[in-house]
């Protein structure tokens, strides 16, 4: 079942993400996004902040710009990140590698850009050394120990009856594992218990490791509170997904032992699950744009490869309606929400989740339900009910 949390008080406390809504619960449970003041169409009622987590799928890394996000079929991008000028590699890491004599070439951190204009732009935030330092080590840990598609987990006879305490119960293993490894000297982690990952897994690694880079260095606190507050869907995904239980293990193993020294303190079981809850529902895909990319950004109107995918607390709170009254438009890695209809006082402001509101009433339902795991309430669906 996903947890609903009911802190409306504890984010009232907070600063409002914008001056035109703010979060209420609504009449079918949960929370939502409420006008503060009537609002006309064609009105911008947020445009998002950098997201606290980002990843392009493995796949696609050559061919995204991890600034712009731009995205042509057939064409690489041809500019690799450059390597940070302060060495900031932990120093146990540095120490083995040297040790090792295996100091490899720096290989761009996996990260590539359409142009010098989008590298520069992304390497001048704050602290992006210490990703690109991050992620380059990441990347060199993940070359030395990718899972071949041939020795794929059979999961055909894995089919456990997931429950909470189920789930649960697979992660009390893990928190023994991290006490022994907390006790083990960083060579050997490296030697003995590194996972092999495969591509989505190394994904998921690259995701995780964005949202615990800008927590602990860019995003404001307020922003940090909404991401703390954002629902998980942790047993529903699981129940859907249950290989990804085994999935996720192998990945928070991959990031005790090859994260940084000053990422470790914020890599908890407890937080990683609610990471990985929290991603599934609350995160925008990033979706090819087949339209043109202009100064206002591109409208999404014909989606066609799926890239990757980000999330902004900020923009989570929005729920999802049959009859939206907002559209969203990605404006290179931020999004943008705009009014599409004129908006009342007090009415709730929803976006579209699927495309699929050309559906027939119960079709929208299951397709909700399968993939996001709710029972649509929106007035349309009421009012649509036989
Ligand atoms: C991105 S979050 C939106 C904010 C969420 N309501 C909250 O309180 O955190 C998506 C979740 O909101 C709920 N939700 C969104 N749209 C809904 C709708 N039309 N009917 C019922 N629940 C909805 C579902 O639980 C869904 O998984």
Request: hydrophobic share 30%; with cysteine.
């Amino acid at each position: 079942m996903t947890v609903i949390p009911n802190d409306i008080d504890n984010l009232n406390q907070l600063n409002r993400i914008s001056p035109l809504f703010d979060i209420q619960l609504t009449s079918y449970g949960g929370r939502a996004c409420f006008s503060t003041q009537d609002i006309p169409k064609g009105t911008e009622v947020l445009l998002t902040s950098e997201p606290i987590g980002s990843v392009i799928l493995y796949e696609f890394r050559k061919e995204v710009c991890s600034s712009c996000l731009k995205y042509v079929y057939g064409e690489v991008c041809k500019i690799k990140a450059d390597e940070p000028k302060v060495a900031n590699v932990d120093e146990e890491n540095q120490t083995n590698s040297k040790k090792k004599g295996n100091k490899k070439k720096f290989q761009g951190a996996g990260l590539w850009f359409c142009s010098e204009e989008c590298k520069v732009q992304y390497q001048s935030k704050p602290s992006c050394n210490q990703l690109i330092e991050t992620f380059e080590t990441l990347l060199t840990y993940y070359q030395t120990k990718v899972k071949s598609p041939e020795v794929e987990d059979d999961d055909s006879e894995f089919k456990p009856i997931i429950t909470k305490e189920y789930i649960d119960s697979f992660w009390e293993e893990v928190n023994q594992w991290d006490i022994t490894a907390s006790k083990t000297k960083h060579s050997k982690l490296v030697a003995q218990q590194l996972p092999k990952i495969n591509s989505d897994e190394y994904t998921t690694v690259r995701f995780v490791t964005s949202v615990l880079h800008n927590l602990h260095h860019t995003h404001s606190e307020t922003s940090v509170a909404y991401y703390h507050s954002l629902q998980s869907n942790e047993e529903d995904k699981i129940r859907a997904f249950p290989t990804l239980l085994l999935s996720q293990t192998l990945v928070y193993k991959f990031l005790r032992i090859c994260l940084p020294e000053h990422l470790q303190p914020l890599l908890s079981t407890d937080h990683f699950r609610e990471l990985c809850g929290r991603e599934y529902g609350n995160s925008f895909g990033i979706w090819q744009q087949t339209s043109t990319n202009t100064e206002a950004g591109s409208i999404e109107n014909e989606n066609k490869e799926f890239l990757g995918y980000s999330l902004y607390p900020e923009a989570s709170y929005f729920n999802h309606s049959c009859g939206p009254n907002l559209r969203k438009i990605r404006v290179r890695d931020r999004m943008q929400f705009e009014t599409i209809k004129d908006i009342s006082k007090g009415e709730q402001m929803c976006i579209d989740y699927f495309h699929i509101l050309d559906e027939p009433r119960d079709e929208r339902q299951k397709i909700l339900k399968k993939n996001w795991f709710f029972d649509c309430g929106c007035d349309r669906c009421e009012n649509e009910k036989i």
